[in-house]
């Protein structure tokens, strides 16, 4: 009879898998959700005005308004505040027409993409002050890194999608919802 000491034991690594540098990690994610963005677009375009609007009470008042708070961070963290354009930042909220949803995802995505491309442990250490305004009014500076910034995006847009999703479902609509398995480092 065998004797169990308590241990597990590890599955034994694949010769084919390799370790993942955290920037090629960080660069598959912001592709990914680059990727995975334009079926929520396309979701939320297919929904007649009155439903894209309506406010469901979530986190910003209707799907559209959720959908375009994901493009303001992007444009903020991703583009705004790496390019120290933060005094310029373009307000994204009162965009409703889709043809103009569709330019920024679009202009998102080419800055997303340039953006993974330059990805480097070195970028990744990258500082940036931040300058902005709380919710109360009241100015704030804050410093962080560009991987603190990006894991933050991933963790934001995947919580807006989730609460997207949710209110999809709630009105009986399939929500555009794509594994990390579609993803190329996913093995």
Known sequence: MARRTGRTRRPKRSASRRTVSESELARAWVLWLVETRNGYLEKLLELPAEERE???????????????????????????????RQTSHPDVKGTTSPAEIRKLVDRIARTSRALARSL???RLDE?????????????????????T?????????????????????????DAPTRAWFSSPLAG
């Open 54 to 84: 309506k406010d469901r009470g979530a986190s910003f008042p209707s799907l559209r308004a959720i959908f375009l708070h994901i493009l303001d961070d992007n444009l903020w963290w991703l583009d705004s505040v790496p390019r120290n």
């Open 120 to 122: 480097t442990p070195a």
């Open 127 to 147: 500082r940036f002050v931040i300058r902005g305004i709380q919710g109360n009014g009241k100015p704030f500076e804050m410093r962080a890194n560009l991987r």
């Open 149 to 173: 910034i990006l894991w933050h995006m991933v963790e934001e847009e995947l919580q807006h999608r989730g609460e997207m999703n949710a209110l999809f479902w709630q009105m009986d609509v």
